[in-house]
């Protein structure tokens, strides 16, 4: 099993950027996907996620509206767009899949949100 994370940066406040995470080793639609994050000096945040049972999504309050989680079952890939973001989002992202009791990560990609 391997989560593949790509996509950070840096982008000026009200700028947007999209992270992918590539899986491989059991099929998106099988598991519970999605995205935390950590910012510096503080632990690590749940940012949305995407339920397997019954596809339902949700958002910390802090991103609701700026952010969408997505997945393509063909390209078996989950995404987060980042919209209108704000200097309090930096962070490192990380992607995750709970599957049968067991949680996978993906290696983090930085995302700066700086002028």
């Known amino acids: 099993v391997q989560l593949q994370a790509s996509g950070g940066g840096l982008v000026q406040p009200g700028g947007s950027l999209r992270l992918s995470c590539v899986v491989s080793?059991?099929?998106?639609?099988?598991?519970?996907i999605g995205w935390f994050r950590q910012a510096p000096g503080k632990e690590r945040e749940g940012v949305s996620c995407r339920r397997q049972n019954n596809g339902s999504i949700r958002y910390a309050d802090s991103v609701r509206g700026r952010f969408t989680i997505a997945r393509d079952i063909v390209k078996n890939t989950m995404y987060l767009r980042m919209n209108s973001l704000k200097s309090e989002d930096t962070a490192v992202y990380y992607c995750n899949a709970y599957r049968s009791g067991e949680d996978y990560w993906g290696q983090g990609t930085l995302v700066t949100v700086s002028s």
């Open positions: 080793g059991f099929t998106l639609d099988s598991a519970t």
